[in-house]
């Protein structure tokens, strides 16, 4: 139990200082594993039915953290994944009147850049002085159509920003929800109130252990003697084990590395 709960405290303490780096908000995240850190200390002075349950509870709760937090990833991404996508249409949209400015812009850069090749300082400044007259139409149309876009696109752009913050924060508070509920199982787990519900791999070994046992009914008397062994021992082969914490040690680095390579 010792070994699973430092693991968890471990892992629980690396991926808070590397979700504290990503642009995604993690703080609710952060916030329960602060919650959780506690817990696992208090954890290593709880007495429940046996190290076997307490590491059940906390791999229970390793997986449904990383499955509540994997949707978090997602919502919260498609939301400023479709407040991008709307701006860039924005942008697009503009295209045009974009154009426009870029083609005017151009004319009274090149009327202007036309006086450079007059030495003569007279013809110099009466050049800029008949170009800047000719042209202060195309100025004053560039500074009016510019404002009026950037005027649109702001109103549209304050709006697209507004609905990706209430996007973003449903995800949120749906995620502390979440955290929230996980984190009450892991707390009547581990004082023996509540236990984590059985996975699909586990419905699968106890119907093979049920074949098992069915076969073994029709089998030799010496055949019997083996299917009286517990349905509740792993097959992985660590039955006999004389230091069975250190297969969980193992077991879970493992399982700790494959979190961390994962979306973290």
Not at 1 to 10: D, G, N, Q, V
Not at 141 to 169: F, G, H, M, P, W
Not at 172 to 185: G, I, M, P, T, Y
């Amino acid at each position: 139990m010792a070994t699973k709960a430092l693991l968890s405290l471990l892992l629980a303490t690396i991926v808070s200082s590397a979700l504290a780096q990503s642009p995604v908000d993690w703080q609710p995240l952060l916030d329960q594993q602060n919650l959780v850190l506690r817990q696992v200390v208090q954890a290593l002075q709880l007495t429940r039915s046996g190290a076997g349950d307490t590491d059940a509870c906390f791999d229970w709760y390793l997986d449904n953290q990383t499955a509540i937090n994997e949707v978090y990833y997602t919502e919260y991404n498609l939301c400023v994944s479709a407040a991008t996508a709307a701006k860039k249409l924005l942008s697009e949209q503009s295209a045009l009147e974009r154009q426009d400015l870029l083609d005017e812009g151009q004319s009274l850069c090149s009327a202007l850049s036309a006086c450079e090749s007059f030495t003569d300082g007279l013809q110099f400044f009466q050049c800029y002085n008949e170009a800047s007259y000719t042209k202060s139409p195309t100025l004053f149309n560039i500074s009016v159509t510019s404002e009026r876009i950037a005027d649109k696109l702001k109103i549209s752009y304050q709006a697209i920003n507004d609905t990706e913050r209430v996007c973003t924060t449903n995800a949120r508070v749906k995620n502390v929800e979440d955290l929230s509920v996980s984190r009450a199982h892991l707390n009547n787990c581990l004082i023996g109130t509540w236990s984590p519900p059985e996975t699909t791999d586990a419905a699968t070994a106890s119907t093979d252990t049920t074949t098992e046992a069915t076969a073994s009914t029709e089998a030799p008397p010496e055949a019997t003697t083996a299917s009286d062994a517990p349905t509740s021992e792993p097959s992985d082969g660590r039955q006999g084990l004389p230091e069975e914490d250190l297969f969980d040690f193992s077991y879970m680095t493992n399982m700790l590395q494959r979190k961390l390579n994962g979306r973290f």
